[in-house]
């Protein structure tokens, strides 16, 4: 028989890496957004903002957001793991950038050291218009399928 990986177990596994105290931020692209192939490849947002026509986001208001509420959740019935986080927002944005995706990383002391973890690219893009935004909220389902 194949070796199995129970739900605890990939439960634990994420858990020690990432806990409700771990500090989860995002940035926002409004350059090009690099394909799911080469997300795969990336291991810092050094190595993605290095990607060819990846922007951040830099309007005034905007600035790398701090996540909150961290969960992860184990689903017995579905065989996964959640990890969620609230939507980031930001207040009075300046008009004009065209978001097109959110980055979420593990803080770290630089660029080079922040852990990505992966990219969320809207069906839609956002066009600031010097209001309010808020972005998407955090949810990655980790299944180990049938």
């Known amino acids: 028989m194949a070796f ?44 993605l903002l290095a990607e060819s026509g990846v922007v951040e986001a830099a309007a005034a208001g905007y600035s790398r957001a701090d996540l909150a509420s961290l969960t992860l959740t184990e689903v017995d019935a579905s065989d996964d793991v959640t990890l969620t986080a609230a939507a980031p927002s930001w207040t009075s944005v300046a008009v004009g950038e065209t978001w097109l995706a959110q980055a979420y990383f593990i803080e770290g002391a630089s660029d080079a050291a922040r852990t990505l973890i992966g990219v969320d690219a809207p069906a839609s893009s956002l066009v600031t218009n010097g209001g309010n935004v808020t972005g998407p909220a955090l949810s990655l389902t980790v299944s180990q399928g049938a």
């Open 4 to 47: 199995t990986l129970a739900n605890r177990g990939l439960y634990t596994l994420l858990n020690s890496a990432i806990t409700g105290s771990t500090d989860i931020r995002a940035l926002v692209i409004k350059g090009a957004v690099p394909a799911a192939a080469t997300i795969r490849d990336l291991n810092t947002v050094a190595e």
